[in-house]
């Protein structure tokens, strides 16, 4: 399993790694896929940067951050307002991917950082990465 480490001079772009996860997802398939996210493993261990899949419905189905939380449901307390809302948005427009900023915990600080995510739909999926350090879009 990758170890999940800050890295500022990160090499691997958010919205790359997601295209690649997005493309592992719709060959490989969810049964192979989400444990390898979660796992990071299957190459998707890549410092700081770590696949999340969510539904359409806010469930959790993988993460290489927060493995605890898959099979939960994320929507939370921010409802319509939060995070998973942005998401599903960009995920459920039209072109179907799209950068989302938001404030998330981060599993390296142990603390809320801003964050740049990149999110693409993949059937009834949400695939995401996502940058604490914020890049240049």
């Not at 958010?14 to 490989?28: I, T």
């Not at 999110?119 to 996502?130: A, H």
Request: positive net charge; contains cysteine; glycine residues 14%.
């Amino acid at each position: 399993m990758g170890k999940l480490t800050p890295d500022p001079a990160r090499a691997v772009r958010p919205d790359a790694y997601a295209e690649r996860a997005a493309a592992f997802l719709k060959s490989s398939g969810a049964a192979v896929a989400l444990p390898a996210f979660t796992g990071r493993t299957h190459g998707f261990g890549a410092g700081d940067l770590y696949v999340f899949v969510f539904d359409f419905h806010g469930t959790m189905l993988a993460s290489g951050g927060w493995p605890e939380h898959v099979g939960a449901n994320v929507v939370g307390p921010y409802g319509a307002g939060g995070p998973y809302a942005r998401i599903r948005r960009v995920a459920a427009s039209p072109p179907g991917r799209g950068w989302v900023r938001y404030n998330w915990y981060s599993p390296c600080t142990r603390s809320m950082q801003p964050k740049m995510t990149y999110v693409i739909r993949v059937g009834p999926y949400i695939v995401g990465v996502g940058a604490y350090t914020i890049p240049a879009v």
